[in-house]
């Protein structure tokens, strides 16, 4: 019921990943991506040369599509949605 559950949704993910990361002694460098036009990437973690790019969306019916422009800078990469439903694999 709340406007601003995508920005508390967004909060959460990023905080309980960060102790994740930190409880399993992983290191990451941890981003997020924005271009001028406003294409954005909610979450990245890159790790040994590979960017993880995440998006959250709380409603998973929401659609989400990665960004043509972060397609061609980085082709290597692993893209994902996180949503209420499969949030579970990205706090484990």
Known sequence: MRNDVGALWENYLISERKKVLEYKRIRANVFFWRTTQQQEIDYIE????????YEFKYNPQKISRLSKTFQTAYPEHIFKIINSENYSEFLI
């Not at 890159?46 to 790019?53: P, Y």
């Open 46 to 53: 890159e790790r040994d040369g590979l960017f993880n790019a």
